[in-house]
Nanobody, 116 residues
């Protein structure tokens, strides 16, 4: 069983910063990609940022230059530093990971609310 546990969400004013963290645990883990996604009310879940086991990163255009993803595949952790948050960043943020043996897994989500 694979588990992803997120932390670090909360309420922040526009222009502020938050750091999200995610730890992955379980058996037969060989992770090939970890990332962050978000779902705002009434919208579909969308990619925020991903990082592969080789270190390649990918960002949504809307967060480039403001968010930074980092990952430690030995420790099976992934973080998302979010700077200059804006109200449109209000969403539930989900950690996701792809295990080469058993597919994709998701965390329970952490709420990020940005007030104007």
């Amino acid at each position: 069983q694979v588990q992803l546990v997120e932390s670090g969400g909360g309420l922040v004013q526009a222009g502020g910063s938050l750091r999200l963290s995610c730890a992955v645990s379980g058996n037969r883990l060989r992770l090939i990609i970890m990332g962050w996604y978000r779902q705002a009310p009434g919208k579909q879940r969308e990619l925020v940022a991903t990082i592969t086991s080789s270190g390649s990163t990918n960002y949504a255009d809307s967060v480039k230059g403001r968010f930074t993803i980092s990952g430690d595949y030995a420790k099976k952790t992934v973080n998302l530093q979010m700077n200059w948050l804006q109200p449109d960043g209000t969403a539930v943020y989900y950690c996701g990971a792809r295990n080469i043996f058993s597919g994709e897994y998701w965390g329970q989500g952490t709420q990020v609310t940005v007030s104007s």
